[in-house]
């Protein structure tokens, strides 16, 4: 009885993601449980929540994902719309929209209602792609992540871009026109820098040379990559590691937590993580390869370039080669929003490989 | 346009996740490439900066070393004591801070205004006393509002504290906060490491002078600190080492007795072994209380010494030039004798004036000392007699030879900012004027020399180095006050090895013909009154320098204010045959030197020779006696 039950709990699990996933969290556990012992039981309770929607999406079909692609994009759009006009301001952002009973930030729905909704859009138009419906895509797109780049959330904004971007990437646009937008947007970076808030000028800046201000903007990326830099090959040891548990290290249970993770566990619990996150991401991309519809392989491509982009930017940031922009190491990093968001995406994935034949048929 | 192709379409689509998956494994490999390169090739960088950051050296300031005269005597030590202290980039309202705390803890104007005058010379994020030497009362009423103030807070310090108030000041000098002079020096010394935490640094006298040796080695504790800057925990520690002791070549109750015996004159004396140069007593009146500047004086008490006509800050003995009047007439004669141009059987008549071209010397004696030999010419100091002799020596030689006894330079004393002095020459006069007309040398000029006045002028401790080299048969050492230097840790002592400087070529029959003329003045001459029943033999020389030119009248005490009179001076040495002793007394203003300047050195001599102590504190002698 209980076997039987625990099979249908895990039937419409992807076995291998699931694995990559649980070690994630694993891993996740170990690295907080060091960074910031009293936030484990929390963390747990998110890890649970995130699971619960992870299941919950993984029996959802694609074809009831594409109904609701149209809706949640709408809705985030108003959301937006929203915040902009009535959000609360926290740490001189606009991002969060008190609803009453509680708060919600709009901006992560973005991250999966945009590769939803351009996903949808172009197995819409699948019987004949045109150059309108890129450009249609696009500006469909770029609404969304300018309403949060003013917010300003800089972080967010990158993530619901690429997201965004790879769907119309992996759906065919000509590499010709990649080419011409990759060179325009380099002749455009200067007029961008004028509109880019103060703080996130100070931010580029201090990444060409942190040194400069090291009391100040440049604190962050000089002590994690102090941290990361001195943990060496064998790392510290586990709550070993003094720049994280003298607090030099800052945000280091949340933005920050993989120079914790090297300080303490060094190069190799570095790589550890990358070759984590390369299998997860080679899972979902050979998902997405096998997926059946033009929708379910934009989707799971985009879901997992996504995974991709999270830990490049935030891995980049912390080692010091890219600027300090507000992105979680995903699964790893403390925070139920974004974890619950993460296996979301993992959740349709699964559902996505699971639902592959039954399409088929 | 393009039209549906499933299996084409496929095809792009997996070279595109190709693509994709290409470009995920070339970021990757870019950020192991980043990993690597921090955690491996620049490791021992980054380890080091974290180590930085982890670890705080705190300092441990040593005990400063102590001042000891030669018997034991403790002249400077340190105690512990509880200071209020603000530290001004944290407290926000000062006024109303200190309003709040003296609610608490006394605290007097004249702290409020000591406070304010380190505030103005301070950087703000050091933490300045209020008031020190709190009472444990005080500490307690304190420590229980302390939530109260934050940037105040109680510190347990050294202090530096001369016990016996004012007292040969002159020569221990203080010590007070450190300023910017003192850190060019620190610096110079490549000594900031070791002053790290350190707030005091010697200002004048013997503090200044052996600072570094005072000092002591710093210690550390290392801290490890969190991003906050609080300790968590001390890793390590080294101890300081507490700084040398000076055990001094003053006879600190000698010092006393000299002291004692100015009474309220202003004056300085040297007395000097002559054997070793070790200075028993260097006396410099008036003192002040070098206590009050320790942690800064308050403005008040600085004016108070600051403006006073007695000028109490001005060290006498190492910074006033004062003609040396007769106290040079020995040399004189020395001189005369070494080269030849008098034998002290010779004799002059003094009819009581030397004339000169149109100008006449007049001798202080009226009617003059008749037939004259160098005997007489010493013991009652005639003028005649030496107005002759400096115009027959000239100018050069007499400046050649005195230059050889340390006149008009620096004698090298372990006291910093020694005067010069001035050894009237020829080519002085060349270098100290401008216009031709005044760098000439006039022959008239020698002849004021002779009598120890004109541009003469020596400080007090060239008197005593002089008298020193005199009595030590001409063999002449550097004054110094240390004698050693004892290491507190080894307890080893280095000893300041008393060094002749040189060797003065003179005949022994020479030096004796003035020690015995010399012996004369204190039995039958001008200096016979103040050592009179002394029970060794001295031998000495009175002198009296003239602040104010009489242009030919008679000098009359009485008749002339009291900063106008002369200065009065005694050089003697004891006992004559075999000297122990050898000193320069100068009482500002003190009117002839036989009577304010010679019973000081006879108050000196009886207790360092004989241990006896002055019956009466004032040692004026009001009787007139005539000459010098």
Redesign the interface.
Known sequence: MLRRLWLRLVDPLDQPLMMIAGLLLLYALIVITSASPDRVPAQMLNMVAALFFMRLMAQVPPQRLMHLALPSYALGILLLVAVALFGDVSKGAQRWLNLGFMRVQPSELMKIAMPLMLAWYFQKH?????LRDYAVATILLLVPVALIARQPDLGTAILVLAAGF?VI??A?LSWKILAGLLISAVAAAPLAWNFLHDYQRARILTLLDPEKDPLGKGFHII?S?????????LGKGWGQG??AQ???IPERHTDFIFAVL?EEL??IG??VL?VL??LL??RG?MI??NAPT?FT?LLA?SIT?IF?TYA?VN??MV???LPVVGVPLPFISYGGTALVTLFFGVGILMSIHKHRMLVQK | MEFKNPQEELERFQGRIGFAGGFVLFCFVLLFARFVWLQIVQHDYYRTRAEENRISLVPIVPNRGLILDRNGVVLARNYSAYTLEITPSKAMNMDAVIDDLSQIVEIQPKDRKRFKKLLEESKNFESLPVRTRLTDDEVAKFIARRYRFPGVDIKARLFRQYPMGAFASHLLGYIGRVNDNDLDRIDDEDQEANYRGTEHFGKTGLEQHYEFELHGQTGFEQVEVDAGGHAVRTLASTAPIAGNNLTLTVDAKLQEVAEKAFGDRRGALVAIEPSTGGILALVSTPNYDPNLFVDGIDPSNWDTLNNSPDKPLVNRALNGAYPPGSTFKPYMALGALTIGKRKPEQTIFDPGYFAFGNHTFHDDKKGGHGTVDMYRSIVESCDTYYYMLANDMGIDNIANFMRQFGFGQRTGVDIEGESEGVLPSPDWKKKRFKRPEQQKWYAGETISIGIGQGYNAYTPIQLAQAVATLANNGVMYRPHLVRYITDTRSGDKTLIEPKPLRTIPLKQENIDIVKRAMVGVNKEGTGARAFAGAEYVSAGKTGTAQVYSLKGEKYAEGHVKQELRDHALFIAFAPADQPKIALAVLVENGGFGAQAAAPIARQVFDYYLLGKLPKDAAAEDDTDEEGD
């Open positions: 699948e019987a004949m792609l045109r790879y990437f992996l065919g002590q990559t102090i941290a990361i830099g001195s943990g060496g090959i003094t720049q003298l607090e030099f090297s060094g190069l570095a790589t990358l996150y390369s991401i080679a991309l997405a390869a033009v392989r491509g370039l991709f490049f891995m980049g080692s010091g080669i």
